[in-house]
């Protein structure tokens, strides 16, 4: 049963409420250019997408997975046209019941539905730069996402992402003999903190085991790291995620944990 | 110099003194009846660096405007670049690219006159406009100089008036070497620039060095124009580089780039890119100072946002014409392009900010949208109508103390300015006329008064 107790101890319901407080964020503070038709074609395909294939497989319609994903959409992918914008929610969210291994699906939906969205369609992109970088932000970004991320128990996976990727910005710095306001600059990126706070962190596309997660995080590190220092490619950190998702079966067969389920916090 | 991504170096012990000089003419033209009617602005970028950047696939053509005033009798510049240049991969080429450019990306007033509310009657009033083309001038004397021979092995080395271009080859480009050669012909390097320099050597980035000799170059007048470096490449790096030029700098730089592509508008992937507030209707006389209030909007939001974001100050698809597409370096190399559409499909983005190195300490990324909805910054002065002598123009007439009432608030908004001041300024007086005690209200200033809702849903 609904009660407010049920509401506030689910973390997913504390992360529907973040993504839509940055959306209200961006388009209010950041300047972010409003377009109400691209938010419907991404709501409105999202939530239907899920209706239809709850039905064919015959589970019950939940709508907050989809929520979490169409809102992700909204605050990263951008597009001239809503065709596009609502291609992209239906990938997303078919992708949890189509793409499935040993009893669970393999991408992290907006993730998955973002990199197609990258590939397939000359008309997409995603604007790593819309946060800006200032230091007040960003504290407000981990504050909230720590809270996220604890609730979920995937702290774990945030932080060593978080370590090792700045192990290897400041690496990277440190041989270069660049100024280390560089190595802030690149660390108080909205966009890095937002991948980390609440696309890597999701339990269900992450490692069942504490070092399979820890493994799993440090090798999205290192991967986006290649794709944006090495092959000067933007959004590193979408497709090193998505390369690495099919990882995390061989992870979990290697370091077997408890399962996640979506059970609320606290309760057995 | 106030370069991007260049540095300057000083023939001598001490690093020049330096400063921007851009020279504009104004036409006035006055149309016969009213219509709409365009002010560009001028002269607002002099104190500003201007770079051009074409990309198309991974290939980058950028082209550097300098203007220098210096005591020096020759300095030299270095230019980082991402791969090897051959000597077939530099050109010196004209400066009216730039004079085009702006004229043609610059905000503009438009000026409206509303129609008279009396029936029947024409309004009589005289347009008076001013459009003001920018016509650069000065040049470079063309005369050829030596080849020197430095003893360096040189890819190539070339004299293009007043450039002597050295193109150092992938293993003398990289390393130590480069400085060390630097340092053997006397160039100076500021000592702020050694570790820039390091960390560029450091990511594979080569060098060419342009030497200009000012003895070949006009002196005749105090401002002196060098003709515009142009440079292609191949490379995925779409970066532009602006660590290099605030080095030499006493305070924040100014940069505008004009940057073309085939898919869209061009932003920032690690900076935040924003479009300059537009479409405001502004007092009447702003248009006689439009270059000045338009650099108040510029100053007040640069503060605002203290120095951290890119201004997208134009967007335009197949606005330039052939002849402007192949100055920016497009169909470099063909031998005749006869289709003037041909490049019609590129969007031309202008970038405007200003920078030092702890608002930007990196380098700019840049990435390529598939965004071609048109912008341009713009704003609207309405002459009011003279023919009011009737009913219909008495209510016309009692709405207009409200109508420069928003207008001055939306230029106070704009520029910081007082609004007082911009009141007494069209005939209002300084506060609002006084009602049943209003609530004590805060000067207009920062944001513009639009509500959480508006924002989101406008």
Known sequence: MLTVHTVVRDPRHLQILSLAALLVYGFAWLEWEPDHVHATAILGTALVAQLVASRIVDVRFDPRSALISALSLCILLRTTSPWVAGLVAAVTVLSKFLIRSNGRHVFNPSNLGLVAALVLFDDAWVSGGQWGSTAFGAFLFVCVGMLIVYRAERSDVTIAFLGAYAALLLARALYLGDPLTIFVHQLESGALLLFAFLMISDPRTTPDSRAGRILFASAVAAGAYFVAFVLYEPNGLLYSLVVAAPLVRLLDHLLPGRRFEWRLAGTA | ?458
Not at chain 2, 5 to 34: E, W, Y
Not at chain 2, 431 to 452: C, E, F, N
Request: with cysteine; glycine share 8%; charged share 25%.
């Open chain 2, 1 to 458: 110099m106030k370069a991007i991504g260049l540095l300057v170096l000083a023939l001598g012990a001490f690093a020049p003194s330096v400063a921007q000089a851009m020279c504009g003419c104004m036409v006035p033209i006055r149309p016969k009846r009213p219509r709409p009617n365009q002010i560009v602005a001028k002269k607002i970028l002099n104190e500003a660096s201007k770079v051009i950047l074409v990309r198309n696939g991974e290939q980058t053509i950028m082209t550097m405007s300098n203007d220098v005033i210096t005591d020096y009798d020759a300095f030299g510049l270095v230019v980082p670049v991402p791969t090897v240049i051959k000597k077939k991969d530099v050109r010196v080429v004209g400066d009216q690219i730039f004079a085009r450019l702006e004229k043609l990306t610059n905000p503009r007033v438009v000026e409206k006159w509303d129609p008279s509310p009396c029936p029947g009657l024409g309004d009589i009033a005289m347009a008076e406009g001013a459009r003001a083309p920018s016509v650069a001038s000065g040049g470079a004397r063309r005369s050829r100089a030596k080849a020197a021979d430095y003893g360096v092995k040189v890819e190539a080395h070339y004299s293009v008036g007043e450039y002597d271009i050295a193109i150092l080859s992938a293993k003398q480009g990289a390393g130590a070497k480069l400085m060390k050669w630097l340092n053997k012909f006397h160039y100076a390097v500021p000592e702020e620039a050694v570790p820039v320099l390091q960390s560029y050597i450091k990511q594979n980035m080569k060098f060419f060095v342009a030497k200009v000799d000012f003895r070949k170059v006009d002196r005749s007048k105090k401002r002196v124009f060098l003709r515009p470096i142009q440079v292609r490449y191949e490379t995925p790096r779409f970066m532009l580089p602006v660590r290099l030029g605030t080095v030499n700098a006493a305070g924040p730089q100014e940069l505008v780039a004009y940057m073309l592509s085939p898919k869209g508008r061009i932003e920032a992937t690690n900076y935040r890119t924003i479009k300059m507030p537009s479409g405001q209707d502004l007092p009447m006389y702003v248009k006689n100072d439009f270059e000045n209030t338009y650099k108040a909007i510029f100053d007040f939001h640069t503060k605002k946002h203290e120095m951290h974001v890119l201004f997208t100050e134009y967007v335009g698809r197949g606005t330039l014409g052939i002849d402007n597409y192949k100055k920016t370096g497009l169909g470099w190399g063909s031998k005749r392009l006869r289709n003037p559409r041909l490049f019609d499909h590129f969007t031309t983005t202008r970038l405007h900010f200003r920078y030092d190195k702890h608002a930007f300490p990196e380098d700019l990324i840049l990435q390529e949208t598939s965004d071609i909805k048109p912008f341009n910054v713009r704003y609207t002065v309405h002459h009011p109508a003279t023919n009011t002598s009737c009913p219909a123009g008495k209510s016309y007439l009692d709405k207009l103390p409200a109508r420069r009432a928003n207008e001055a608030e939306a230029l106070a908004s704009l520029t910081g300015w007082e609004l007082g001041a911009i009141r007494g300024r069209v005939g209002l007086p300084p506060t609002k006329r006084p009602g049943p005690t209003p609530p004590m209200k805060k000067k207009v200033k920062g944001k513009p008064k639009k509500g959480l809702w508006q924002r989101i849903f406008e």
